[in-house]
């Protein structure tokens, strides 16, 4: 069975973007982003909704041919690309870079890829782990706050059914006073 993954940048007040889709609050020192590439590496499938596709495919695919790409911001593109990929939307027609489309019960596809044996899932955009967190299917949280407080925006945390219990594993600071913490779900 594989573990599903839910983590991503978030403000002090538990937002994973900033009114208006603003990230501008959450760019990661290059300590933060090469723990960011190396959680992504040992990712064997990423699951996006619309709205963080859309973001990552807009810049990723050729995010290793800005002429002041790092040598992580490389390693992270080519990664990026090849890392397969599942998109969930009824709003889009087509993906690209080694995605596919699931137009259907995301919960439904989400417990199915669980179900296979395989390297760990990343799901990413708050819509889509909300679904997934609601269904009890977050193996792991991985939260990566920054000290500013953005006073509304996109929620980290979907509103829940039921209380979900964790069980904290690691904490570790970066440069800038950002805080990563991880928890695994206690079943």
């Known amino acids: 069975m594989r573990k599903l993954i839910y983590g991503m940048n978030v403000s002090l007040d538990g937002y994973i973007a900033a009114p208006g ?7 990661p020192s290059d300590e933060l982003f090469q723990w960011w590439l190396d959680q992504e590496q040992a990712i064997g499938l990423l699951l996006y909704g ?8 807009s810049h990723w695919p050729t995010g290793d041919q800005q ?4 040598p992580a911001q490389i390693a992270f593109a080519r990664n990026w690309r090849d890392t397969p990929k599942v998109v969930f939307s009824s709003k889009i027609d087509t993906v690209d870079w080694n995605a596919r489309l699931v137009t259907g019960d995301a919960v439904a596809e989400i417990t199915r ?4 044996d395989g390297e760990p899932m990343r799901v990413g955009g708050a819509t889509l782990a909300g679904a ?12 990566v706050t920054h000290p500013v407080m953005v006073g509304g925006g996109t929620p980290f945390f979907a509103a829940l059914d039921s209380w979900v ?14 805080i990563m913490t991880r928890y695994e779900t206690r079943r």
């Open 67 to 70: 002429p002041d790409a790092t």
């Open 50 to 57: 619309r709205k963080l596709w859309e973001i990552m495919s």
């Open 165 to 178: 219990h964790l069980k904290p594993v690691e904490t570790r600071t970066f440069p800038g006073g950002v």
């Open 132 to 143: 997934a967190m609601r269904a009890g299917l977050i193996d792991e949280y991985t939260i």
């Open 113 to 116: 890829l669980k179900a296979e």
């Open 21 to 27: 889709d603003d990230l501008g609050w959450s760019e």
